[in-house]
């Protein structure tokens, strides 16, 4: 799977570790920032995974800050970006199975290296249910 990943200066180096592990599972990550700890504005690395999900370049994406929150919500201003910060795995599967999520969320000063990288998992091993659920996400999508 090709998915796209970002993350602010909190976030940085969870970033890297959660995009190492993407890689060992077998999938194409591909890297949009930033590159240090030295503080940067988290909405432009949202953004730059929501173009890349939209245009079609990735299937997913991964986005890391302090708390997951803003990346969160800049990531969902934009049309056929379903983002979902969350903290546990019943939600990072639910956010796939029921919502089509193609954006996770995480925050580093909330969750550690083992959980993040079992709460990527769950997201990127679980489908979409569609069904009923298709037409939810119908909803959320309609302006």
Known sequence: MKIVIAADHAGFELKNALAEHMRSLGHEVEDLGTDSSQSVDYPDFARAV???LTSGQA?????VCGTGLGMAMTANKMA???AASVSDTFSAKMC???NDAN?????SRVVGLGLAKELVEAYLETDFDGERHARRVGL???P
Do not use: S, T, W
């Open 80 to 82: 056929g970006v379903r």
């Open 140 to 142: 959320i999508e309609a």
């Open 59 to 63: 299937e997913r994406g991964v986005l």
């Open 103 to 107: 954006v996770l969320a995480l925050g």
């Open 50 to 52: 929501g173009e890349r």
């Open 96 to 98: 796939r199975a029921h």
